[in-house]
């Protein structure tokens, strides 16, 4: 999706069934290249393809790492390769398509729930807060506090923290989700009791 002049590209990490590698990252690059449960393989494939080579054709060897990580057919020289080497290139090759497009135009990349995501995507999202500084891209980010990262000491890092709701607070966001049906309190209650307070939480219990 779009939020003019942004490029606007989003990916969650899901707790159920523990982390899927690069699934974030795939969800990524569904919304760049716009593929959907509609498209067949060819179809998407063609997708990929174009638009890849539209934005650069410099990008052309990073097209098996992309194809592969999104499932789609791809030569058989990509699946000789062993599997650090596919790592590898399906890491400088996803983060290769998201700096060039940067470059093309500003590029907002949200991720939530770090604290479920995978090892693939965190070394992606490692990678790209070191290309930050030189890039038009801006990083958004949701953990919980028991998530731990290296990017504290970065001049290009802000934290900013989610404190829990004070019971006004929280009736307000419960009104605004819930509306302020009089039968509606108790659930209201136990909604605020059972999250502690915290939005986030509270938004998803809703």
């Known amino acids: 999706s779009r939020i ?35 498209d067949y393989r060819g179809r998407s494939a063609e997708k990929v393809l174009g638009k890849v080579l539209l934005l650069d054709e410099a990008l052309k060897p990073i097209l098996p790492a992309l194809l592969a990580l999104l499932d789609l057919p791809v030569e058989d020289a990509w699946q000789a390769l062993d599997p650090p080497q596919r790592r590898r290139r399906t890491l400088d090759g ?5 700096v060039r497009e940067s470059q093309r135009q500003p590029l907002a990349v949200v991720l939530e729930d770090l604290h479920w995501l995978d090892g693939e995507t965190q070394a992606l ?48 966001l419960l009104a605004v989700l819930l509306g302020d049906a009089p039968d509606l309190r108790e659930l209201r209650q136990r909604l605020f009791e059972a999250s502690a307070g915290n ?8």
């Open 4 to 38: 003019r002049p942004w490029l606007l590209l989003e990916g969650t990490s899901v707790s159920s069934g523990g982390a899927s590698a690069w699934a974030p990252a795939v969800d990524l690059l569904n919304g760049y290249f716009d593929l959907t449960p509609a």
């Open 199 to 206: 939005p986030l939480f509270l938004e998803e219990s809703v």
């Open 94 to 98: 996803t983060k290769a398509l998201l």
């Open 125 to 172: 999202l490692d990678s790209l807060v070191e290309s930050l500084p030189t890039c038009r891209m801006l990083l958004l980010v949701n953990y919980r506090p028991d998530y731990r990262h290296s990017w504290g000491s970065r001049a290009h890092y802000t934290q900013l923290r989610i404190d829990p709701l004070e019971p006004a607070g929280a009736a307000e």
